[in-house]
């Protein structure tokens, strides 16, 4: 199995900037897509931001031009650099990775990181 871990949470005032990590180790996969996903309380899991394996990369409108997305292969990490953070980005942050087993495609969840920004 795959096992995500992140780090990089925290409280912010707004304006400022944090950044996430995660780090996926396990065996006998190959990692895909990896993003970032957000949840508050009584709302969906909304996407924030992905990156393909290829290096393309998607965002939520409401974090383009503030957030950035990358990854580095050989670490199996992916990060998000936020800058410019609101009181809306409080939020779980969770980093998600699907994987590829034979042709048949996985996704594999962190236990998510706490990221409040302050008025």
């Known amino acids: 199995q795959v096992q995500l871990v992140e780090s990089g949470g925290g409280l912010v005032q707004a304006g400022g900037s944090l950044r996430l990590s995660c780090v996926a180790s396990?065996?006998?996969?190959?990692?895909?897509?990896m993003g970032w996903y957000r949840q508050t309380p009584g709302k969906q899991r909304e996407m924030v931001a992905e990156?393909?394996?290829?290096?393309?990369?998607n965002y939520q409108d409401s974090v383009k031009g503030r957030f950035t997305i990358s990854r580095d292969n050989a670490k199996n990490t992916v990060y998000l650099e936020m800058n410019s953070l609101k009181a809306e980005d409080t939020a779980v942050y969770y980093c998600?990775?699907?994987?590829?087993?034979?042709?048949?495609?996985?996704?594999?969840w962190g236990q998510g990181t706490q990221v409040t920004v302050s008025s």
């Open positions: 998600k990775t699907t994987a590829l087993r034979f042709n048949l495609q996985y996704t594999y």
């Open positions: 396990g065996k006998f996969f190959r990692i895909d897509t």
């Open positions: 990156i393909t394996s290829g290096g393309n990369t």
